[in-house]
Nanobody, 120 residues
Framework: QVQLVESGGGSVQTGGSLALSCVAA????????MGWFRQAPGKEREGVAA????????AYADAVKGRFTISRDNAKTTLYVQVNSLKTEDTGVYYC??????????????WGQGTQVTVS
């Protein structure tokens, strides 16, 4: 069973930065993508950043372009997202995801437990 464990969340002031990490275990060869989703209070989950596991193509939601940077290590066991210039609307639970998708924001099979980001 694929395991994803996020860390790095916290409380920051507007304009601050955080570095989120996700350690992945037991990834399957069928997974072609990893990414970050978030869920703000009272809102649906939304994809914010994603990266292919083979190649380096990345994708970002319009709301975070220029502020978030997704990356992974060469062993593909750890996923990162550097989040800068944080806004109050970035508040939410951030989830690490992986699976096979033919589009960036499709249904991911595997989700971590999430890490809370609070911007005030």
């Amino acid at each position: 069973q694929v395991q994803l464990v996020e860390s790095g969340g916290g409380s920051v002031q507007t304009g601050g930065s955080l570095a989120l990490s996700c350690v992945a275990a037991k990834l399957t060869y069928s997974s072609n993508c990893m990414g970050w989703f978030r869920q703000a209070p009272g809102k649906e989950r939304e994809g914010v950043a994603a990266i292919l596991l083979r190649g380096d193509d990345t994708a970002y939601a319009d709301a975070v372009k220029g502020r978030f940077t997704i990356s992974r290590d060469n062993a593909k066991t750890t996923l990162y997202v550097q989040v800068n210039s944080l806004k109050t609307e970035d508040t939410g639970v951030y989830y690490c995801v992986t699976g096979y998708n033919s589009n960036w924001w499709g249904e991911f099979a595997y989700w971590g437990q999430g890490t809370q980001v609070t911007v005030s």
